[in-house]
């Protein structure tokens, strides 16, 4: 699985918008990018995926760029509960999720 | 949708004791369940890989024979952890892969067993 490079931490106020960039540069055709965040003391919480078409739901969006080399995960609005540290991970399929460091996010009043 | 469960949430043992963890699948079935291992401060380490009705495949570095898991049906798996030791103590996660909502397979995690070994 292609490896990626993630900023240590970030902060953002509460309210706004938390962009969290994802380098990727060597993900594979048929890799797909995963977002997973987890709070302190529990299990990982999926948030989005996509493979090349910019996705949305009702937690996220996540930009990816046209290369594939890079994406971006955006919280519409932040909250205090999403304070947590947050995984990009490329994988082919659902298995075997390499879990690098990740962001921690901290948001703010 | 798309819920793990895992029982017990913590659990405390004494040194050379099995303890068994439960991983569920409440609201799809899992052709695939994964169980994970994060200690203080790391990020999570994947032990070993199960599918229904088959043996597990295990990381490498990661004693089959200690690790004991049981992929019984397609929404339950086991980890027993056999002859417990304090260097265990861990926080032990499974997760499921399913097609939850109907799109392609995605991993779904439970809520963690911390286990102390005394």
């Known amino acids: 699985d292609a490896k990626t490079t993630q900023p240590t931490s970030m902060d953002c106020a509460e309210g706004r918008a938390a962009n969290l960039p994802c380098n990727h540069s060597t993900i594979s055709g048929n890799e797909y990018v995963y977002w997973y965040r987890q709070i302190h003391s529990q299990g990982p919480q999926y948030i989005i995926h996509?493979?090349?078409n910019n996705e949305t739901n009702e937690m996220a969006s996540l930009i990816i760029t046209e290369d594939r080399k890079s994406s971006t995960l955006i919280l519409p609005h932040a909250t205090l509960r999403d304070t947590a540290v947050y995984y990009c991970?490329?994988?082919?399929?659902?298995?075997?999720?390499?879990f690098g460091t990740g962001t921690r996010l901290q948001v703010t009043l | 949708g798309a819920v793990v469960s895992q029982h017990p949430s913590w659990v405390i043992c004494k040194s050379g004791t099995s303890v068994k963890i439960e991983c569920r699948s409440l609201?799809?079935?899992?052709?695939?369940m994964f169980w994970y291992r994060q200690f203080p401060k790391q990020s999570l380490m994947l032990m070993a890989t199960s599918n229904e009705g088959s043996k597990a495949t295990y990381e490498q570095g990661v004693e089959k024979d200690k690790f004991l898991i049981n992929h019984a049906s397609l929404t339950l798996s086991t980890l027993t952890v056999t002859s417990a030791h304090p260097e265990d103590s861990s926080f032990y996660i499974c997760?499921?892969?399913?097609?939850?909502?109907?799109?392609?397979?995605?991993?779904?995690f439970g809520p963690g067993t911390r286990l102390l070994v005394l």
């Open positions: 609201d799809f079935q899992a052709t695939t």
């Open positions: 991970i490329v994988s082919g399929t659902a298995s075997k999720l390499t």
């Open positions: 996509g493979l090349k």
């Open positions: 997760s499921a892969a399913g097609l939850a909502g109907g799109r392609q397979e995605t991993q779904y």
